[in-house]
């Protein structure tokens, strides 16, 4: 590709001196598990989310699949969920026993629409999943004040987020528990996999890391039946170094957004981001909507510029829910942001004039 959709190497490359400096203060060190390094970045992430408490664990699904679990819900609970979403928010809800229950989004925010929300409030939902899609705040502010209504947990999946913010307040505080990923593509990304929870309840916190750790807080002494979900030191050091540079490639995503968004207005039948009231974007993901999306796709790929579908099969139509036994046309808003959404280039480091490239030939796409 002559434009890639995505160029970690360039992204991890403008630190890299810092980065191999934490990789040999790691290997030096000779503790690798639950040391310095992680605390230091629990700490310092903890003080980024404007949270109390912070907990490295393994992945992002992880993180939702243990805020799940500190909340105790279990088999024969609900959770409502994004009817489109990446199926890990789903996933979580379902490792744990319970039902998740799908709630269409708003269509110009492609968030989950808090005015739905209430009509599927059952005697069996224990909590509420608001998933920050694509780098925008949900509104969370509507969302907490129905779960504080109706006496329900929040758990915000905050994969995509870091950063941006609802009300002045930012993501990843919002919840009882809040789950973030640092997969490689993240706006934090780590060199692998990694996750982490933030908090304001202490009692969650130490559930949480005792969880993480084999249900034990003393070593070979195990209170409850915990799993092995750590975030380890070499990626909590190399995350320490990247998060120091987050609000700053956030601030890039955002300009290169805005030229996207200044030169895309009005062109053929393109659904451009649209925000929230008093909700941000750290932009994530760029993505546009149009009913030719895959001729679209097939022209930028033939001209050397690489995109991606964020995500091409809502999850109640993947194979993996068969049970729930959903079916096309349950959730058309879902189904529908399925078949036109497509993800433009877009990451810190990526020139003006390769998006302007990007702008052009969309252009001449339609007009054509």
Known sequence: ?????????????????????????????????????????????????????????????????????????????????????????????????????????????????????????????????????????????????????????????????????????ITGSWGHVNASSFYPGKNLGALGDAGAITTNDENLNNKVRIIRNYGSQRKYFNEIKGVNSRLDELQAALLSVKLNVLDTQNSQRIALAEIYNQHLQNVGDLTLPTLADSCTSVYHIYQVRTSRRDKLQNFLTDHGIGTIIHYPVPPHLQEAYTELAYKSGDFPIAEKIAEQTLSLPLYPGMLAEDVYTVIETIKKFFNG
Request: aromatic share 8%; proline share 4%; net charge negative.
């Open 1 to 169: 590709m002559k434009i890639k959709y995505l160029d970690l190497k360039m992204i991890n490359h403008a630190s890299k001196h810092e980065l191999m400096e934490a990789f040999e203060s790691v290997l030096d060190s000779g503790w690798y598990i639950l040391g310095n390094k992680l605390e230091h970045f629990e700490n310092q992430y903890a003080a980024y989310s404007q949270t109390n408490y912070c907990i490295g664990v393994a992945n992002g699904l992880d993180a939702l699949i243990l805020s799940l679990k500190a909340l105790d819900i279990k088999t024969g609970d609900e959770v409502i969920v994004p009817s489109n979403t990446y199926i890990a928010s789903w996933l979580a809800v379902s490792y744990v026993g319970a039902r998740p229950i799908p709630v269409e989004p708003n269509w110009a925010t492609c968030n989950i629409d808090p005015l739905l929300i209430e009509s599927k409030i059952t005697g069996r939902t224990k909590a509420i999943m608001p998933v920050n899609l694509y780098g925008q705040a949900a509104q969370l502010n509507l969302i907490t004040e129905i779960a504080k209504k109706h006496d329900l947990f929040v758990v915000e999946d905050n994969a995509q987020a870091q950063g941006a913010v609802c009300k002045g307040k």
